[in-house]
């Protein structure tokens, strides 16, 4: 893969134009048979400055879920990786294209490896016995490396096969800031559910934790809370969740529809973000990530789901990499706020996908002395939406158009930041593994400190084997 576009430093005094080059050799591998099902998909770019003599960047992209299972239904093994570029400050100068020269930007990366057991007890109780192992790495010198471990036993069952089932579980995590602390946690729950109908359940939940995600030292909470499943048809469900936690009150509302030409999702969650995976530092922004939570309903084996967002990116001749809403990087636990509406309308030759998006976030710990965003803000707040519209020109030949906005503002430090962006391309496959794409992106970034605009013209070749 070849583009070319003309930018360079993303800054209002100076501005250069710039011949950019970047070479993506890369590999995808998709497996749903035998043993080990998943995905695979890693490239490597080598991106070259025409103007500055040997100046050059290298950057990894990685997107892995594997499950391999080691004994026939009782013994198993999940693998998750990820590479990708990230924000280090939520109010710093954001990037919609990796090849950019940023300061704010730094290559952050993410893997999981998590065994686990799973059976049944005579018959009376299902078992989930799980570890796992986490490590997040960063670029940058001001953020911390986090290593991460986990160990978790479930059991849930039914009471003689009726409407009353229960369940109960422990948990432990581990989690080190190389630049913080160390966060502590343990957790014992315990629910019962009853089944109104088919259709509708309700819970109830209590649990007794121990952590420090509020105190230098482990305190014990007792915590309750209630849940409710509905599924109105396979094509409808609620799902909600309320506890009443140490730090406050939490909860975790989704709502999902689809029909067999629209897909509809919203949710709402408040929670403690610990790990990387639960602050969605390197995947939120994506979006092939977008794609895959709203193609969801379409498709839910999730193999078969990832071959259908490719697919519909190649013949759309959409990036895999386009950001939608960033996040960033944080070197405490954080309290975190996320509301998400999103849509997608597939035509037969016209697609719409819109996703709004709104959350905050705030530092738990008042003991860390790790400088980061939530250490000069109270609290961060950001707020987006983008469009995404897709019309198939020809069976070979497509036109996008993708607009987007994020405002973030901080409470207590520095001045908020606004980001407007589009982009317009045309796609056209030139052969059975070749395609092409060539396009223009105008962006706008509003700030007290560092305002620019960029205007690109890109141009890329993409060849299979």
Do not use: C
């Not at 976030?361 to 609290?379: E, G, I, P, Q």
Request: charged share 15%; glycine share 8%.
């Amino acid at each position: 893969l070849k583009q070319f576009n003309f930018a360079r430093r993303l800054r209002s005094s100076g501005k250069q134009s710039e011949l950019v080059t970047t070479i993506s050799p890369g590999i995808s591998i998709r497996s749903n048979a035998g043993r080990l099902k998943g995905t695979f998909d890693y490239s490597l770019n080598e991106i070259i400055y025409a103007r500055s003599s040997g100046a050059r960047q290298s950057q990894n992209a990685l997107n892995s879920n594997l499950l391999l299972e080691a004994v026939d239904g009782f013994a198993f093994v999940d693998f998750s990786g990820s590479i990708a570029q990230q924000s280090i400050s939520a109010l710093g100068t954001p990037s919609t294209d990796g090849s950019s020269l940023n300061g704010n930007s730094t290559e952050t990366s993410t893997y999981r490896l998590s065994p686990y057991l799973k059976g049944n007890i005579a018959g009376v109780a299902d078992y989930v016995a799980r570890y796992g192992w986490s490590t997040t790495r960063s670029g940058a010198a001001n953020t911390s490396d986090i290593r991460t471990t986990d160990a978790s036993l479930s059991f849930s069952g039914a009471v003689r096969g009726g409407p009353l089932g229960w369940s109960a579980g422990w948990s432990s995590q581990d989690a080190k800031y190389s630049l913080g602390r160390t966060i502590l946690s343990d957790r014992l729950n315990g629910a019962l559910t009853y089944a109104f109908t088919p259709q509708v359940s309700g819970s109830l939940l209590v649990a007794r934790e121990s952590n420090n995600f509020t105190s230098a030292a482990k305190e014990r909470h007792g915590s309750a809370g209630l849940g409710l499943n509905w599924r109105l048809s396979d094509r409808t469900t609620i799902a909600a969740q309320l506890e009443n936690r140490s730090f406050g009150r939490s909860h975790n509302i989704s709502v999902s529809h689809r029909t067999a030409r629209t897909a509809w999702r919203f949710s709402d969650s408040r929670d403690v973000a610990n790990t990387p995976a639960q602050s969605g530092v390197t995947t939120l922004g994506a979006l092939s990530d977008l794609l895959n939570s709203q193609f969801s309903g379409l498709e839910p084996d999730p193999i078969k789901r990832a071959e259908l967002v490719s697919r519909f990116m190649q013949d759309n001749g959409l990036s895999a990499d386009a950001q939608v809403i960033s996040n960033f990087l944080s070197n405490s636990v954080s309290l975190q706020r996320r509301q998400e509406a999103s849509v997608a309308l597939l035509g037969v030759r016209d697609t719409i996908t819109f996703v709004m998006n709104r959350g905050s976030n705030s530092s738990l710990s008042a003991f860390t002395t790790a400088f980061d965003d939530l250490s000069t803000n109270t609290v961060i707040h950001q707020s987006g939406f983008s469009v995404l519209y897709a019309h198939r020109l020809t069976p070979d030949a497509s036109m996008n158009i993708l607009a987007s906005r994020q405002s973030t503002s901080g409470a207590g430090g520095a001045s908020g930041t606004s980001l407007r962006a589009i982009d317009v391309s045309l796609s056209s496959r030139l052969g059975r593994n070749m395609s092409a794409s060539v396009g223009a992106r105008r962006v706008f970034f509003d700030s007290a400190t560092n305002p620019y605009t960029e205007t690109a013209v890109t141009g890329n070749l993409n060849v299979q084997f």
